[in-house]
């Protein structure tokens, strides 16, 4: 009788995972799938697509520091439109950045040395407009940054595939190799195994996009060399996981699993951007600077 229970109970989670995985796989494409028509239809349907993603994730994220606002979304679509879509003064997008990379440096100092992040009324906002709404905006600006703005969706089409590929291979890795914990009373499941993982795992995305610029697009692998691709590797390497991390104590705080029930098998849309969220405004700095450098 034990064993025929113990039978039944392995069976029903064998199939469960199953389940799960093809749940997670087929919300996973269908969500890349679309994302990527986006971009290559045209940057009118990209700042749209974008710009949906961001109403929900900040949905979601004033959810999470219980915060009621309908100002934040007319700053979202304030920004999208001012420092991004149209942008109306370049010293207004670098001041934006400067600002940015400061709150998200503070954000980084309240995971690693404070037990709670303090989302006082003020600072709530703070982190809405250079943490949230930032991130998207330079998000949005990386595919333009070129000298005649001509709009290049090769360029974030590859961040997203760096980003996927460190987030994959930190999955596996981690789950099957993972031993010593990253940070353990933030994220669990986190260990720096899965972290060298995810970071070998952009490299090598890294290098495999750069042979297919230097083959279809030499323009392009010219004006971004192999380094550059591996140094970005290495930036989305750390701050996205830094970003997962900041999203993780969040959700803690909130006391909830995910941040939102959008994509089964996923959470939310914030459980799924959360990396690129945070890495944007230092993609966006490190790609300033070699176009101003080259």
């Known amino acids: 009788m034990e064993v025929a229970q113990k039978t039944y109970i392995c069976c029903y989670w064998k199939t469960y995972n199953m389940k799960e995985i093809l749940v997670r796989t087929l919300s996973g494409v269908l969500y890349i799938s679309i994302i990527i028509f986006a971009m290559f239809t045209s940057r009118e349907w990209f700042m749209g697509l974008f710009f949906v993603l961001a109403v929900i994730t900040l949905s979601e994220y004033l959810k999470l520091v219980h915060l009621t606002s309908y100002l934040a ?51 709530k906002y703070v982190t809405v407009v250079f943490y949230i709404i930032s991130g998207f905006v330079f998000l949005t600006l990386i595919p333009i940054m070129n000298i005649d703005g001509r709009f290049m969706p090769e360029i974030i089409v590859a961040v997203f595939i760096l980003v996927w590929s460190n987030d994959t291979f930190a999955y596996l890795i981690g789950k099957n190799l993972g031993k010593r914990k990253l940070l353990e009373r933030i994220s669990p499941k986190k260990t720096v ?33 192999l380094w550059v691709w ?27 699993k995910d941040s939102g029930i959008i994509m089964p098998g996923h959470g939310g849309l914030y459980d799924r951007l959360d990396s ?19």
């Open 73 to 123: 979304y007319f700053l979202l679509a304030a920004a999208f439109y001012f420092l991004s879509y149209n942008v109306f003064e370049d010293n207004a997008v670098y001041l934006l950045l400067i600002l940015s990379g400061f709150v998200n440096l503070f954000l980084l100092k309240d995971v690693l040395w404070t037990s709670k992040i303090p989302m006082f009324e003020k600072k």
């Open 230 to 256: 591996i140094v970005m590797a290495i930036i989305v390497a750390v701050f996205g996981t830094i970003g997962d991390l900041i999203q993780s104590k969040f959700k803690r705080q909130a006391g909830v």
């Open 193 to 225: 195994e899965g972290f060298v993982g995810g970071m070998l795992g952009a490299l090598l995305a890294g290098f495999v996009i750069f042979k297919v610029l230097e083959n279809y697009r030499p323009m392009d692998a010219e004006k971004y060399p």
């Open 276 to 294: 690129i969220i945070y890495a944007s405004p230092f993609i966006y700095a490190f790609l300033l600077i070699v176009d101003n450098v080259s």
